[in-house]
C-alpha cells in the first residue's frame, strides 16, 4: 500500500462548480499536512497547509481528518485558472529524519 | 517568500555523460534539502535527503554511487548523475526546508534531464 493515496482523476468540472479531492495516509504518525498545486511540467508550489480544525484560504479549503487518516480540498466558484495537478503532501518520520510523502496528485480540468 | 533556484533546467546529453544541477537556497538557510525525480504523469518521488555536513539519505532503490549529493553549505546542495543512460531521463526537482521538521518545502524550477 502506499504511503499517500489519491484519486488520479483527471475531474473536469464546468467553471465556477465546487469539486473536492480526497487524499488518504498510512502512517498514523504524520504531523504535517499539505496541498500542493503542480502545473504542467512545472515545479510544485505549496498551496496550503492543513491544520487539525481545518483552514479555508480564499475559494480553497483543508480539513485534516486523523481518525480516518485522511486529508480533503475543496474549491469552490473553481475558475479556468485552476486548472493543474493538486499534490497532497505527508509529513513522515523515519527514524531521525522527517520527510514529506507526496500522493500521486489529482488533474483538475476547469471547462469554460 | 523564500525562493529555491535550481540549475540548469534543462540538459539533452549523450549517454555516459554526468550531469550536475544545482540548487541553491537564495534568502534563507536550509538545513535540509531533498532531491525528488518526477517520470512523465507520475508523482515525485523522493530519491535523498541531504543535510549540511553529512552524508545524503538515500532512500530504497536509490543508487547512492549514481546520484551523487553534496551539500557544502547551507545555502547550496548539488545533485550529480552519473554516466547518465536514457533511462536516467526524468524531471529532476529539488527543495530546501526553511523551518525545523522540513516543512514547508520551497522547491527550485526543475531539471529537465533528456540522455539521448
Known sequence: RKEVEQDPGPFNVPEGATVAFNCTYSNSASQSFFWYRQDCRKEPKLLMSVYSSGNEDGRFTAQLNRASQYISLLIRDSKLSDSATYLCAVNSRASSASKIIFGSGTRLSIRP | ?116
Open chain 2, 1 to 116: 517568500g523564500a525562493v529555491v533556484s535550481q540549475h540548469p533546467s534543462r540538459v539533452i546529453c549523450k549517454s555516459g555523460t554526468s550531469v550536475k544541477i544545482e540548487c541553491r537556497s537564495l534568502d534563507f538557510q536550509a538545513t535540509t534539502m531533498f532531491w525528488y525525480r518526477q517520470f512523465p504523469k507520475k508523482s515525485l518521488m523522493l530519491m535523498a535527503t541531504s543535510n549540511e555536513g553529512s552524508k545524503a539519505t538515500y532512500e530504497q532503490g536509490v543508487e547512492k554511487d549514481k546520484f551523487l549529493i553534496n551539500h557544502a553549505s547551507l545555502t547550496l546542495s548539488t545533485l550529480t548523475v552519473t554516466s547518465a543512460h536514457p533511462e536516467d531521463s526524468s524531471f529532476y526537482i529539488c527543495s530546501a526546508a526553511q523551518g525545523a521538521g522540513s516543512q514547508p518545502q520551497h522547491f527550485g524550477d526543475g531539471t529537465r534531464l533528456s540522455i539521448l
